[in-house]
């Protein structure tokens, strides 16, 4: 698999760490990856050619907005409870599947030959249901969202919230008093219309870059 969007790294310094950039049209890179009826026959089992695959031991989260703007969250779900908070609204994350399915492994041995530290260097999957939301968050980490289905659009901060984060932040759970502690800390967290805004639209073969410290949310 090649990241040619990354420009063998020439262009990364244009980017990294700076802004937010979208990459259309990367068909080769999300053509590589499986379906998400694919990705789930990986992790429940499949049965072809009088051959049963077993299920993979992966872990999956799962989270949904509730309407008074708090998040739901449920941790380490088996693929019944999975199955069951999908259908509820829920989104589901899974855990790195690079040790387990070729196309991902592929992606991340890419990646690596890009960033190097391959101990660095997660996947994540995600599946949504229609009309579900995320939540308003700034990571510690860089992301790069690969959409593979679907649309999805992102809402992201132009503004940086905090510089040189130590941990990931969700701001519904934030409290006052836990900015004034972080601003004590000498870190001074922006709220988020301090920082802007500039909204994302991504179609299957799009790919989107988050640097750290930037507020992101995504709508389905």
């Known amino acids: 698999m090649k990241l040619d969007f990354l420009n063998q790294g020439i262009d990364l310094e244009r980017y990294w760490n700076k802004k937010t950039l979208h990459f259309r049209n990367q068909d080769a890179v999300g053509a590589a990856l499986p379906t998400a009826d694919r990705l789930i026959g990986h992790i429940v089992g499949e049965f072809s050619s009088n051959e049963w695959a077993p299920s993979l031991d992966v872990n999956i989260n799962a989270s949904r907005l509730q309407e008074d703007g708090t998040t739901s969250q449920l941790m380490n779900l088996d693929i019944q409870s999975a199955r ?64 593979k289905e679907g649309v999805k659009k992102w809402r992201v901060a132009k503004r940086p919230a905090v510089k040189n984060p130590y941990e990931n932040l969700v701001y519904p ?42 507020l992101s949310l995504s709508r389905n």
Request: glycine residues 8%.
């Open 84 to 147: 069951d908070s999908y259908e509820n609204g829920f989104s589901l994350c899974f855990g790195d599947l690079s040790t387990s399915i070729q196309s991902v492994s592929d992606l991340k041995d890419a990646a690596t030959e890009v960033f190097g530290f391959p101990e660095l260097l997660a996947i994540t999957s995600y599946l949504s249901p229609s009309r579900s939301a995320g939540v308003l968050h700034y990571d510690r980490q860089h992301n790069f969202f690969i959409q």
């Open 173 to 214: 759970g934030a409290t006052k008093s836990f900015f004034e502690k972080m601003k004590k800390r000498g870190y001074e967290i922006l709220l988020p219309k301090d920082c802007g805004s500039a909204t994302y639209e991504l179609h299957p073969g799009d790919i989107l870059y988050i640097p750290p410290r930037v």
